[in-house]
């Protein structure tokens, strides 16, 4: 069965720190995978995604995340963390034939001043 | 480009009413759009997929008499809780699917800025 799993419920650092939130996918086939973000009370904003090709993928707001393979990850990460990153992100799987989302639980993003 | 607009942003009803929520692709057209709903400080969970021209398919669990979708034309798509309770309190999304070829994104869905639903 498609599945997506975010291991970290919340997660805080400082700001200025590097950022990385895990995502793992259970997928039959080549993925597409999807990174979104969302403040409280608003729709999701994509940071970035992944098709096909290279498997680092640059993103909006400096965000960038690796597909591996081997380790059915997509993780996202950032050099440095900024206030204004503290939101709510998920990773998403999309099937290429329904066109569906399927989601993860979501991390929230906490910064530290 | 691909912006979804979704009206209301927010509604307050009571109890037995009807609440449509309307979902437009504003600058693209969209074969295909979807309705989710989200829990408070939870994940979205996909209610159905709504095709321009024909039925909704309904996730398993979701009560199609309760969520009524109508996808008229290929920029507008309408979510009605009939009857609505407090339990269909929530914060309901959509998001559209651009038309093959049309743009480079096929596969990825274009999210409206949400509709917070409150039941009395």
């Known amino acids: 069965a498609q599945s997506v799993t975010q291991p970290d419920i919340h997660i805080t650092v400082s700001e200025g720190a590097s950022l990385e939130l895990r995502c793992n996918y259970s997928?039959?086939?080549?993925?597409?995978l999807f990174w979104y973000v969302q403040s409280p009370g608003q729709g999701l904003q994509l940071l970035l995604k992944?098709?096909?090709?290279?498997?680092l993928v640059q993103g909006i707001k400096g965000f960038e995340a690796e597909f591996k393979r081997s380790q059915s990850s997509f993780n996202l990460r950032k050099p440095s963390v900024h206030w204004s990153d503290a939101a709510e992100y998920f990773c998403?799987?999309?099937?290429?034939?329904?066109?569906?989302?399927?989601f993860g639980q979501g991390t929230t993003l906490q910064v530290k001043p | 480009g691909a912006v979804v607009s979704q009206h209301p942003s927010r509604v307050i009803c009571k109890s037995g009413t009807s609440v449509k929520i309307e979902c437009r692709s504003l600058?693209?057209?969209?074969?295909?759009m979807f309705w989710y709903r989200q829990f408070p400080k939870q994940s979205l969970m996909l209610m159905a997929t709504?095709?321009?021209?024909?039925?909704?398919?309904?996730e398993q669990g979701v009560e199609k008499d309760k969520f009524l979708i109508n996808h008229a034309s290929l920029t507008l798509s309408t979510l009605t809780v009939t009857s609505a309770h407090p339990e269909d309190s929530s914060f309901y999304i959509c998001?559209?699917?651009?038309?093959?070829?049309?743009?480079?994104?096929?596969?990825?869905?274009?999210f409206g800025p949400g509709t917070r639903l409150t039941v009395l």
């Open positions: 600058d693209f057209q969209a074969t295909t």
């Open positions: 992944y098709f096909s090709g290279d498997t």
């Open positions: 709504s095709n321009e021209g024909s039925k909704a398919t309904y």
């Open positions: 997928y039959g086939a080549t993925p597409y």
């Open positions: 998403a799987v999309g099937a290429s034939n329904t066109g569906k989302l399927i």
């Open positions: 998001s559209a699917r651009a038309l093959l070829g049309l743009t480079s994104s096929y596969n990825e869905q274009f």
